[in-house]
């Protein structure tokens, strides 16, 4: 077995132990990680039993130039920013159209969104099925 060889095998042997952490947390509530992977970066945090939310980096953007959209257990996250009055020496700083879409669980509904000093903050719930009551069956 070469050094490679041991190198994967450590890396699947830690994501199946993190799988095996967050699998019942994460994989139950999103039943796919973002279709697109790259820009912008995000955080999945864990408030209480069956709260979550993502927090998307969004530097340079405010509430105008983003999108959030909630349709058939697809949260969708788009932007743009138009900044056509300034003239750049030199450009830093990416606002570059994004669209971001994350597939979530049926029961999943969206409770709140909010933009604060460049991080969007999107509060996801879970609505809990009511407990079903016991029939009584009687017999004929």
């Not at 042997?13 to 994989?27: A, I, Y």
């Not at 912008?40 to 998307?56: A, M, R």
């Not at 743009?80 to 879409?101: C, I, M, N, S, T």
């Amino acid at each position: 077995m070469t050094a490679l060889d041991l190198i994967n095998k450590m890396q699947k042997d830690m994501w199946s132990q993190t799988d095996r952490l967050f699998g019942d947390t994460f994989d139950s509530m999103f039943d796919s990680w973002s279709k697109v992977q790259s820009f912008p970066f995000y955080n999945v945090v864990k408030y209480g039993k069956g709260k979550y939310g993502l927090e998307l980096g969004l530097a340079g953007f405010n509430k105008k130039n983003v999108s959030v959209e909630y349709k058939d257990g697809v949260l969708t996250v788009s932007g743009q920013v138009e900044d056509k009055e300034k003239e750049y020496v030199e450009k830093g700083l990416a606002f570059r159209k994004f669209y971001k879409q994350f597939q979530l669980r049926n029961d999943v509904v969206v409770d709140d969104a909010t933009m604060e000093d460049g991080v969007l903050t999107v509060k996801l719930g879970v609505n809990e099925p009511e407990e079903v009551k016991a029939q009584e069956i009687k017999i004929k």
